[in-house]
């Protein structure tokens, strides 16, 4: 009898299971979207978010799409704006989408934070900030596709400290949740800092705090902005008025763009990335493919995180048993050992996926690895 039942269970586990895939095979599309800045100051970084995760559907689809379903890729601006992000969320949320890629920037996923938590779409960033993950703020939803602020400061940092122990070191960060938390993590580390001066996203002038930065003769400088045109403008003020100091900088100024906007003053300037061309196995086919895809892309850590994230979105949901968000959620965290462009995904219990950076360097126009953090 024990036998009989247990064979009944078996043959219901097995039909329930062709179910899902018939009623995923009878989706006519599975929708993904994307929520980042396609115009403002933001656009470059976020029109590369745009063109990684477009390569990953069309390679999908290209592929059968998910158990015959194809998938189809809703891209909203959110106009560099945090208002803007969350206007972009919620049109995107009303097409049902069963992931959605969210902004790169901290203060943008932190104000969308309580909406993803309210409406339950597993949502990509690569934002670094702490406490985007953090489950208090998140619940659970957002996953993070680079790596976190303390893996990126702490290669850079040990970089800081070690090899350039700068005697007079001043700071300039954005006035926001994401420069603060770069000014707390240098100072925690025992950074004493000669000047420190704050400015707001988006400022086009900050040669009244770079004066102040002068005054106080210091031989690095370390700059926090969150997006590269802030970084361009910032780096050709300092290399004005404190032509000899040392420049450590965010994320922010590992892109192609921000060189293109820094030109030679990014000669020489220190930063953290995740990704640089050439860092993994499969970088040099990637880019090739990436090119090939969209010629006027620009290669970058952020597209590469992108096309990571939708490639990982994509292999969860086809290995859910239903489009049910709850279903995506756990299929997400059940990834490990994930081989993608930037590096191994394996998500923790926080959703942060990637725990490693590389400290670069600009040498002629290219960004040289010089560390790798662990």
Same mark, same amino acid.
Do not use: C
């Given at each position: 009898?024990? %036998?009989?039942?247990?064979?009944?269970?078996?043959?219901?586990?097995?039909?329930?299971?062709?179910?899902? @895939?018939?009623?995923?095979?009878?989706?006519? &599309?599975?929708?993904?979207?994307?929520?980042?800045?396609?115009?403002?100051?933001?656009?470059?970084?976020?029109?590369? *978010?745009?063109?990684?995760?477009?390569?990953?559907?069309?390679?999908?689809?290209?592929?059968?799409?998910?158990?015959?379903?194809?998938?189809?890729?809703?891209?909203?601006?959110?106009?560099?704006?945090?208002?803007?992000?969350?206007?972009?969320?919620?049109?995107?949320?009303?097409?049902?989408?069963?992931?959605?890629?969210?902004?790169? #920037?901290?203060?943008?996923?932190?104000?969308?934070?309580?909406?993803?938590?309210?409406? &339950?779409?597993?949502?990509?960033? %690569?934002?670094?900030?702490?406490?985007?993950?953090?489950?208090?703020? %998140?619940?659970? #939803?957002?996953?993070?596709?680079?790596?976190?602020?303390?893996?990126?400061?702490?290669?850079?940092?040990?970089?800081?400290?070690? %090899?350039?122990?700068?005697?007079?070191?001043?700071?300039?960060?954005?006035?926001? &949740?994401?420069?603060?938390?770069?000014?707390?993590?240098?100072?925690? /580390?025992?950074?004493?800092?000669?000047?420190? &001066?704050?400015?707001?996203?988006?400022?086009?002038?900050?040669?009244?705090?770079?004066?102040?930065?002068?005054?106080?003769?210091?031989?690095?400088?370390?700059? #926090?902005? +969150?997006?590269?045109?802030?970084?361009?403008?910032?780096?050709?003020?300092?290399?004005?008025?404190?032509?000899?100091?040392?420049?450590?900088? +965010?994320?922010?100024?590992?892109?192609?763009?921000?060189?293109?906007?820094?030109?030679?003053?990014?000669?020489?300037?220190?930063?953290?990335?995740?990704?640089?061309?050439?860092?993994?196995?499969? +970088?040099?086919? #990637?880019?090739?493919?990436?090119?090939? @895809?969209?010629?006027?892309?620009?290669?970058?850590?952020?597209?590469?995180?992108?096309?990571?994230? /939708?490639? *990982?979105?994509?292999?969860?949901? /086809?290995?859910?048993?239903?489009?049910?968000?709850?279903?995506?959620?756990?299929?997400?965290?059940?990834?490990?050992?994930?081989?993608? *462009?930037?590096?191994?995904?394996?998500?923790?219990?926080?959703?942060?996926?990637?725990?490693?950076?590389?400290?670069?360097?600009?040498?002629?126009?290219?960004?040289?690895?010089?560390?790798?953090?662990?």
């Amino acid at each position: 009898m024990a %036998s009989r039942r247990h064979v009944l269970l078996l043959i219901s586990g097995v039909l329930a299971a062709g179910y899902a @895939n018939v009623a995923m095979a009878q989706q006519k &599309e599975i929708v993904i979207g994307v929520a980042t800045a396609m115009t403002g100051p933001g656009a470059a970084t976020g029109q590369q *978010i745009a063109a990684g995760a477009d390569l990953a559907v069309k390679e999908a689809n290209a592929a059968g799409g998910i158990k015959g379903a194809k998938i189809k890729l809703l891209i909203e601006d959110d106009r560099t704006q945090p208002g803007g992000s969350v206007n972009a969320f919620n049109k995107l949320a009303s097409s049902k989408p069963v992931v959605i890629l969210g902004p790169t #920037w901290t203060n943008f996923m932190l104000t969308l934070a309580p909406i993803v938590k309210r409406t &339950e779409i597993p949502v990509f960033t %690569s934002a670094t900030g702490a406490k985007v993950t953090d489950p208090d703020v %998140s619940g659970g #939803w957002i996953f993070r596709a680079a790596p976190s602020m303390g893996n990126i400061i702490h290669s850079l940092i040990g970089y800081t400290t070690k %090899s350039i122990a700068p005697k007079r070191a001043a700071i300039m960060y954005s006035n926001d &949740e994401w420069g603060k938390s770069g000014y707390e993590a240098f100072k925690s /580390a025992g950074i004493k800092f000669v000047a420190e &001066e704050t400015f707001n996203f988006g400022d086009k002038d900050v040669s009244a705090q770079v004066l102040k930065l002068k005054a106080a003769n210091p031989d690095a400088v370390i700059l #926090w902005p +969150s997006v590269p045109a802030d970084a361009g403008l910032i780096t050709n003020q300092v290399r004005q008025f404190i032509p000899d100091a040392k420049i450590i900088g +965010s994320p922010a100024f590992a892109v192609d763009e921000y060189y293109a906007l820094a030109k030679k003053g990014g000669e020489g300037v220190v930063t953290v990335a995740p990704w640089v061309p050439g860092l993994t196995p499969p +970088s040099d086919a #990637w880019v090739k493919a990436f090119k090939a @895809n969209d010629p006027k892309a620009t290669v970058s850590y952020t597209s590469a995180e992108s096309y990571d994230a /939708a490639k *990982i979105a994509i292999k969860a949901i /086809a290995a859910a048993p239903d489009l049910e968000p709850q279903s995506i959620r756990k299929a997400l965290y059940a990834i490990k050992d994930y081989d993608g *462009i930037v590096g191994k995904y394996a998500f923790d219990d926080r959703g942060d996926g990637l725990h490693s950076a590389a400290v670069v360097v600009w040498t002629d126009g290219e960004m040289k690895p010089v560390n790798l953090g662990q």
